[in-house]
């Protein structure tokens, strides 16, 4: 495997696929993080040029069979990954005086409703998943930051209910952004970098001055400093020794802005599975899948190898039998662009976000499998897709006995 990090020179524009142009729109807005495939058509653009020879049919091919994870933050040499969407944090809403010592968490899981006072329209099979039953009178939700840090992702994920897991700091909103950002890395968070706004004009080539009425606008992620992205090429083929020592800048993302390219030798433990996660998912009888990366699914919201019944069998590892017993997903994300192929637009597409999380029972076969060959592998249905880095995933437990006391 090869692991590279880059680090963006400007503040760097992932459009969120919002139509862009004269009597469509004057503004370009960015997601809040870049999706793998910003990552995947730019490396390889990146090493087809150095490469060289062109773009012709069979080095097209070469260059979209190369498997490519990430991006994923890194901060420090340490990694760090989207959100899980089952976890609500808290605050008592009752105490002002020291809030810290106050904030508190609560795990989302399955749980049976009583069938004669509840019930739900999910999915034959599928049950409903809420916060805990917490003991706590008034609380007020303080918000899940947007990456965690490998260790408290570790935390989290090995053990069935997150005990022992600290939460963010409390932040206060008049506090200075360098501050509360220090404070919430020293715990093991990161928030999504800052929006850097920018206002621009249309140039007349004839005048090279600006014509009037031609305003548009953009709005980029402006990294903090000592915050790089990492990738990691597990398949490069014939690429693979153009980088070796990749060293140099290349665009990133739209307007051209440029990021540092250079080869990681140090990524490969930041990558890794912690011993720890194997550990726990050993004989566990329920498991989590939590999305690394956006996924793309043939049902949608449901991985296509989840056949009837809601039972499947992950990418790849058909000696793990997983049945499918509840689900946090967040609303879809449209995905589309400009098809240089075919020259023409791409259609959209629809989304799983990042840190959606999926509880199973195991049925059949060795969970540690999971850890062993799935860490931070794509589940996607299409083998494309898996190739440019959508759906990766993380493994953890969950205790699948404890499926009451929602609230």
């Known amino acids: 495997m090869i692991y590279l990090t880059f680090t963006p020179r400007d503040p760097i524009i992932a459009r969120d696929g919002r139509p862009f142009g004269l009597g469509v729109g004057r503004h370009v807005k960015s997601v809040q993080w870049p999706y793998p495939s910003v990552l995947a ?59 810290e010592a106050h904030l508190g968490y609560l795990p989302k899981r399955p749980f049976c409703p009583r069938p004669e006072e509840e019930g739900c329209d999910n999915p034959a099979g599928l049950l409903p998943v809420a916060p805990l039953q917490t003991e706590e009178e ?53 928030q999504s970098p800052a929006t850097d706004r920018r206002i621009h004009v249309k140039i007349d080539s004839s005048t090279l001055a600006a014509e009037e009425q031609m305003l548009f606008s953009t709005s980029g992620l402006d990294m903090a400093e000592g915050l790089v992205m990492s990738a990691r090429i597990t398949e490069a083929g014939d690429f693979s020794h153009v980088l070796e020592n990749l060293d140099t800048y290349h665009p990133f993302g739209g307007e051209r802005r440029l990021v540092h390219w250079h080869r990681d030798t140090d990524a490969e433990n930041a990558w890794a599975c912690p011993d720890r996660i194997g550990q726990a998912l050993g004989g566990a009888a329920g498991i989590r899948m939590v999305l690394a990366a956006p996924g793309i699914f043939k049902h949608g919201w449901k991985p296509g190898w989840l056949e009837e019944g809601l039972v499947g069998h992950p990418p790849g590892l058909p000696s793990v039998t997983l049945k499918l017993v509840g689900a946090v997903i967040d609303r879809r994300q449209p995905i589309s662009g400009w098809s240089l192929e075919s020259n023409g637009p791409k259609p959209i597409r629809r989304l799983v976000p990042a840190g959606s999380v999926y509880f199973f029972r195991v049925e059949e076969g060795d969970p540690r499998e999971l850890a062993d060959k799935l860490w931070l ?31």
């Open 138 to 190: 008034e609380i007020k939700g303080i918000g899940n930051p947007a990456f965690w840090s490998m260790q408290r992702m570790t935390e989290w994920l090995s053990t069935p209910n997150g005990e022992g897991l600290a939460p963010p700091p409390y932040l206060e909103e008049d506090a200075e952004i360098e501050n509360r950002s220090l404070r919430m890395v020293r715990r093991g968070f990161l």
């Open 41 to 99: 058509g730019s490396l390889r653009t990146l090493m087809g040029k150095l490469l060289g020879g062109g773009f012709g049919p069979d080095t097209v091919e070469n260059l979209k069979s190369v498997t490519i994870a990430g991006p994923l933050p890194m901060y420090d040499g340490q990694l760090f990954l989207p959100a899980p969407k089952d976890v609500f944090f808290f605050a008592s809403s009752a105490v002002r005086d020291d809030a």
């Open 377 to 407: 592998q794509s589940v996607c249905d299409a083998p494309q897709d898996r190739c440019d880095g959508f759906g990766s995933a993380l493994w953890g437990v969950w205790d699948d006995t404890a499926v009451k006391g929602g609230v």
